[in-house]
């Protein structure tokens, strides 16, 4: 009996072996090539195709001023970006699931709609915005064309579609019992929103939150787009910048470090919200009630 | 506190869900809601609660108009079916959470907690999670949480409905118990009619969101001044079946196609037509050898203390109970006498009592 178990779980581990080598391969390779001359296959090599060749240059970027820079940008993009879909799509989520209001069927199916238009469609649009917004004198110089305060407002806007329709279906889940208990206690609606309400949809927060902040991480095409500096505007466009550069080959090495440069932060995050993340897949935390 | 409901309707869309509803409860009165699911049992308590507003009608507490009054200054508590503990809280913090709203000190919270707790016997409780207790311990925490504001009104709503039998009835006596020694005005709401019967002190039976009748317990299941009201209160229910009634000299007696009965002179119908339906509940017919209305037996339940058995007599049914003793069988056939001083009679259009209006 219990040999045939352990039959068993070697055959999932095997069978999970084989399907995730070719990702754990690429990442190993991505971690070698950052600190080799040049690879062969995994095997890092010199330059005349020895084993060795064991290097620091491909990191030689972080001594540049510009790259810490560029990280606070991208920091400063997704975090806000981040606190800005959490903040709004909670309580438009809180507003669709629970409060009958007119044009509330419409708003969501429109929500829905919107959701699926490619943001590239409305690059030329969100410009003119932009610019609107720009000649307003004090928003201008937080929200306007070619500011980070911009392209924040303009990433939020394109992710709570999903935002709200995520937060919807959590606070879908949650018993209205569990409110009415609430409001008979003494909270007000508010109340009731942020102390018993919102405690119930953590693991929804938490997979919002680490959709949104990846997408505010690595976003290419608005920064690329909005922001004046170009290539010294958020990673993503270093990134680019480095793969496309006409004058230089491309130097692998480099690009992977700094590929890996950009992981670290998403693999730190999620490495916090996971533990919220797996309930939603374990059914939720609501253990009994 | 005493508890008025005038008129009061509610309703979904097109729908009615509650129709009119007028209602009295006396100070320290425990009333139960009684009807089949759907019936707006829950739509009149969250109306008392504060939770709905009515379309129409009013809810007066003592002498105050309450219809805009919110949930939180009607000074109720409530329990509720699924119990809505607040799941990321402790029991203690479940139970004083309407204190901490109210910014009371940590010494009152705790004092308070510790009354309440020993009330229920949930003192070892105060540090777990809702999680992590039975449906009972937190039925309990959540009658804790009513408790603690001191209310006025405490409201339930099906409480025990998700409770398993046997915790279910020591609940029942336990709630009771603490709604008389504390004396407080309480609405009950269940579908259960042995809950309703043996808990309140009068019965509130309601159907498609009109009310019934409201009558103490006793009254409901001697005189049920509808058809609905006798087919709903009593376990077995009562049998029914058509007969036309005429005088034979000084008796009235009522005729079914299979069988004659004689009417007791001192229950005989005083309105309505010749035709009317007969009711009769299985406790009151006896089984008579020498009877004539003779009966095959199709099914015996064993109930315990009776076998409850579902008898026909040409294509009408009936069941009775008897005693296990006899040890009834099926196919057997049995002479049925039928205690005519517990006759109920019904208008067959308007299925109301012929003998209490
Ligand atoms: N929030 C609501 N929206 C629409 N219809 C409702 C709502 N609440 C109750 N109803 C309807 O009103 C009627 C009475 O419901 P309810 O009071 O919950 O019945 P009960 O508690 O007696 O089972 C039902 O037909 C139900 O479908
Ligand atoms: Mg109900």
Redesign the interface.
Same mark, same amino acid.
């Given at each position: 009996m219990k040999l045939k178990r352990d039959n068993f779980t070697l055959l999932s581990v095997l069978t999970l072996i084989i399907f995730t080598a070719p990702i754990i391969l690429g990442y190993l390779w991505l971690f070698i090539s950052t600190f080799s001359e040049r690879t062969y296959g995994l095997k890092p090599v010199d330059v005349d195709g020895n084993l060795g060749g064991f290097t620091l240059k491909n990191w030689a970027f972080l001594a540049e001023p510009d790259i810490w820079l560029i990280t606070l940008n991208t920091f400063l993009l997704a975090t806000f970006l981040t606190m800005g879909v959490l903040l709004i799509s909670s309580l438009a989520g809180y507003a669709l699931s629970r409060v009958n209001f007119r044009g509330r069927k419409t708003f969501l199916s429109m929500t829905l709609i919107l959701h699926a238009f490619p943001s590239v469609t409305l690059l030329i649009a969100i410009y003119f915005v932009l610019r609107f917004i720009s000649d307003i004198p004090l928003l201008g110089a937080l929200f306007g064309y070619n500011t980070i305060g911009g392209v924040v407002l303009i990433s939020i806007a394109l992710q709570l579609p999903l935002g709200i329709w995520l937060m919807k279906g959590f606070f879908d889940g949650v018993?209205w019992?569990?409110e009415?208990?609430?409001? +008979?206690?003494?909270?007000?609606r508010w109340?009731c929103w942020w102390q +018993?309400m919102v405690?119930?949809i953590k693991p929804g927060l938490a997979a919002l939150s680490i959709f949104s902040f990846m997408t505010g991480w690595s976003s290419f095409l608005i920064p690329y787009t909005f922001l004046t500096k170009g290539n010294k505007a958020v990673l993503s466009t270093y990134l680019n910048a480095m793969m496309s550069s006409d004058t230089v080959s491309i130097q692998y090495g480099i690009l992977a470090a700094i590929g890996l440069f950009q992981l670290i932060p998403i693999l730190l995050f999620y490495s916090f919200t996971q533990k919220y993340l797996m309930k939603i897949f374990s059914g939720g935390?609501?253990?009994?009630? | 506190m005493d508890v008025k409901l005038k008129n009061l309707t509610k309703k979904f869309g097109a729908e009615t869900a509650v129709d009119k509803m007028n209602l009295d409860i006396k100070d320290g009165e425990f009333v139960a809601f009684l009807g089949p699911s759907g019936c707006g049992k829950t739509t009149t308590l @969250?109306m008392t609660?504060? !939770?709905y507003k009515p379309d129409n009608g009013e809810i007066i507490f003592g002498d105050r108009l309450v219809n805009k009054v919110?949930?939180?200054d009607?000074n !109720? $508590?409530?329990v509720?079916?699924?119990?809505? @503990?607040?799941?990321?809280m402790s029991v203690y913090e479940n139970i004083v959470?309407?204190m901490k @709203? %109210?910014k009371k000190s940590k010494k009152e919270m705790m004092l308070e907690a510790d009354r309440v707790a020993g009330l229920l016997g949930i003192g070892t409780l105060l540090k777990r999670?809702? $999680?992590?207790?039975s449906g009972g311990q %937190?039925q309990r925490v959540a009658l804790g949480?009513a408790l603690i504001?001191k209310p006025e009104l405490l409201l339930f709503d099906e409480p025990l409905s998700n409770l398993d039998a046997r915790l279910r009835i020591t609940m029942r006596s336990e709630i009771k118990r603490l709604q008389r020694d504390l004396g407080i005005t309480s609405i009950y709401v269940t579908h259960d009619q042995v809950e309703a019967m043996t808990m309140a002190d009068r019965v509130a039976v309601m159907k498609d969101g009109k009310l019934q009748a409201f009558m103490p317990p006793v009254e409901l299941h001697e005189k049920p001044r509808t058809k609905f009201i006798a087919q709903f209160v009593g376990n077995p229910p009562m049998n029914f079946f058509d007969v036309e009634l005429k005088s034979e000299g000084q008796n009235m007696q009522a005729f079914h196609s299979k069988f004659t009965l004689n009417l007791d002179s001192g229950r005989i119908p005083g309105r309505g037509g010749k035709n009317v339906v007969l009711g009769i509940r299985p406790e009151d017919i006896a089984i008579d050898p020498s009877s004539d209305i003779k009966a095959e037996i199709l099914i015996v339940e064993p109930l315990g203390r009776d076998d409850l058995l579902q008898c026909r007599i040409g294509d009408l049914d009936i069941s009775i109970l008897a005693d296990p003793k006899e040890k009834h069988r099926s196919g057997d056939m049995i002479g049925l006498d039928m205690d005519s001083r517990s006759f109920q009679f019904f208008d067959p259009e308007s299925d109301q009592s012929l003998l209490w209006y």
């Amino acid at each position: 009996m219990k040999l045939k178990r352990d039959n068993f779980t070697l055959l999932s581990v095997l069978t999970l072996i084989i399907f995730t080598a070719p990702i754990i391969l690429g990442y190993l390779w991505l971690f070698i090539s950052t600190f080799s001359e040049r690879t062969y296959g995994l095997k890092p090599v010199d330059v005349d195709g020895n084993l060795g060749g064991f290097t620091l240059k491909n990191w030689a970027f972080l001594a540049e001023p510009d790259i810490w820079l560029i990280t606070l940008n991208t920091f400063l993009l997704a975090t806000f970006l981040t606190m800005g879909v959490l903040l709004i799509s909670s309580l438009a989520g809180y507003a669709l699931s629970r409060v009958n209001f007119r044009g509330r069927k419409t708003f969501l199916s429109m929500t829905l709609i919107l959701h699926a238009f490619p943001s590239v469609t409305l690059l030329i649009a969100i410009y003119f915005v932009l610019r609107f917004i720009s000649d307003i004198p004090l928003l201008g110089a937080l929200f306007g064309y070619n500011t980070i305060g911009g392209v924040v407002l303009i990433s939020i806007a394109l992710q709570l579609p999903l935002g709200i329709w995520l937060m919807k279906g959590f606070f879908d889940g949650v018993s209205w019992d569990l409110e009415r208990a609430a409001l +008979i206690d003494g909270c007000s609606r508010w109340r009731c929103w942020w102390q +018993i309400m919102v405690p119930q949809i953590k693991p929804g927060l938490a997979a919002l939150s680490i959709f949104s902040f990846m997408t505010g991480w690595s976003s290419f095409l608005i920064p690329y787009t909005f922001l004046t500096k170009g290539n010294k505007a958020v990673l993503s466009t270093y990134l680019n910048a480095m793969m496309s550069s006409d004058t230089v080959s491309i130097q692998y090495g480099i690009l992977a470090a700094i590929g890996l440069f950009q992981l670290i932060p998403i693999l730190l995050f999620y490495s916090f919200t996971q533990k919220y993340l797996m309930k939603i897949f374990s059914g939720g935390s609501h253990g009994g009630v | 506190m005493d508890v008025k409901l005038k008129n009061l309707t509610k309703k979904f869309g097109a729908e009615t869900a509650v129709d009119k509803m007028n209602l009295d409860i006396k100070d320290g009165e425990f009333v139960a809601f009684l009807g089949p699911s759907g019936c707006g049992k829950t739509t009149t308590l @969250l109306m008392t609660a504060g !939770i709905y507003k009515p379309d129409n009608g009013e809810i007066i507490f003592g002498d105050r108009l309450v219809n805009k009054v919110q949930p939180k200054d009607r000074n !109720i $508590g409530m329990v509720f079916q699924s119990y809505a @503990l607040y799941p990321h809280m402790s029991v203690y913090e479940n139970i004083v959470f309407s204190m901490k @709203l %109210q910014k009371k000190s940590k010494k009152e919270m705790m004092l308070e907690a510790d009354r309440v707790a020993g009330l229920l016997g949930i003192g070892t409780l105060l540090k777990r999670k809702p $999680g992590q207790l039975s449906g009972g311990q %937190q039925q309990r925490v959540a009658l804790g949480r009513a408790l603690i504001k001191k209310p006025e009104l405490l409201l339930f709503d099906e409480p025990l409905s998700n409770l398993d039998a046997r915790l279910r009835i020591t609940m029942r006596s336990e709630i009771k118990r603490l709604q008389r020694d504390l004396g407080i005005t309480s609405i009950y709401v269940t579908h259960d009619q042995v809950e309703a019967m043996t808990m309140a002190d009068r019965v509130a039976v309601m159907k498609d969101g009109k009310l019934q009748a409201f009558m103490p317990p006793v009254e409901l299941h001697e005189k049920p001044r509808t058809k609905f009201i006798a087919q709903f209160v009593g376990n077995p229910p009562m049998n029914f079946f058509d007969v036309e009634l005429k005088s034979e000299g000084q008796n009235m007696q009522a005729f079914h196609s299979k069988f004659t009965l004689n009417l007791d002179s001192g229950r005989i119908p005083g309105r309505g037509g010749k035709n009317v339906v007969l009711g009769i509940r299985p406790e009151d017919i006896a089984i008579d050898p020498s009877s004539d209305i003779k009966a095959e037996i199709l099914i015996v339940e064993p109930l315990g203390r009776d076998d409850l058995l579902q008898c026909r007599i040409g294509d009408l049914d009936i069941s009775i109970l008897a005693d296990p003793k006899e040890k009834h069988r099926s196919g057997d056939m049995i002479g049925l006498d039928m205690d005519s001083r517990s006759f109920q009679f019904f208008d067959p259009e308007s299925d109301q009592s012929l003998l209490w209006y």
